[in-house]
């Protein structure tokens, strides 16, 4: 079946620093791939998002590709800011058959002054 | 107005006690979820369910039951709580992936059960 692995956390860097949150995918067909941010004491919300192969998401300086030759959606970010400590969920969504996304672990960022 | 929302947001309560959670959404989607989110942060899909089928995971205990009054409404009903059912439960929704949509979810902000 489908399957989202993002690498374990947590990860913590200091102000500015450059960031790197993997995520690679197994599924069938050409599914659209997705990062979501979970804030202290909220809700996921949709952070960027990739719909075929060589796509870039980009929001809020945070960077993703649709690499369908290596499977994969790392996020990035150049320079990280105390305000990005969250937990970031790498998730996949079939074009046909079942509509129920498929998430990730998450992995938590924690981001010191 | 709050595109998901879901009340209660703090729900305490005793072992074996039933609960209800509601959700509604106003952005004319038609698909809604309840996930599970135990304290490492795994998110766990319990149902999907939209106006053709509901969908539900096969591990999840059948004291849970999801209850959909209309399109915009899924609420969550549990049954003689336990210990284990504390988590935060999210409530989302969707448009259908079928009808050309990216498909992204909308979330809500969470409840949170504590079961004493």
């Known amino acids: 079946g489908d399957s989202v692995t993002q690498m374990e956390g947590p990860v913590t860097l200091s102000e500015e620093a450059f960031l790197t949150i993997n995520c690679t995918y197994t599924?069938?067909?050409?599914?659209?791939l997705f990062w979501y941010v979970q804030y202290p004491g909220e809700g996921l919300q949709l952070l960027l998002k990739?719909?075929?192969?060589?796509d870039k998401g980009s929001n809020k300086g945070f960077e993703a590709t649709y690499r369908k030759e290596t499977t994969s959606f790392h996020l990035e970010k150049g320079s990280v800011q105390v305000s990005d400590s969250a937990v970031y969920f790498c998730?996949?969504?079939?074009?046909?058959?079942?509509?129920?996304?498929?998430f990730g672990r998450g992995t938590s960022l924690i981001v010191h002054p | 107005d709050t595109a998901v929302s879901q009340t209660p947001k703090y729900l305490v309560t005793q072992m074996g006690n039933d609960k209800s959670i509601k959700c509604e959404q106003n952005?004319?989607?038609?698909?809604m979820y309840w996930y599970k989110q135990d304290s490492k942060k795994f998110l766990k899909i319990m149902f999907s369910?939209?106006?053709?089928?509901?969908?539900i995971n096969e591990t999840v205990p059948n004291r849970f039951s999801p209850k959909s009054p209309d399109k915009a409404h899924l609420n969550l009903h549990i049954n003689s709580l336990e210990l284990g059912d504390s988590a935060v439960y999210f409530c989302?929704?969707?448009?259908?992936?079928?009808?050309?949509?990216?498909?992204?979810?909308?979330f809500g902000e969470g409840s949170r059960l504590t079961v004493l």
């Open positions: 989302a929704s969707s448009q259908d992936r079928k009808t050309g949509n990216t498909g992204e979810l909308f």
């Open positions: 952005l004319g989607h038609d698909t």
């Open positions: 998730a996949l969504r079939k074009s046909g058959g079942s509509y129920i996304p498929t």
């Open positions: 599924a069938t067909g050409y599914p659209s």
């Open positions: 369910y939209n106006n053709k089928e509901l969908i």
């Open positions: 990739a719909t075929k192969a060589d």
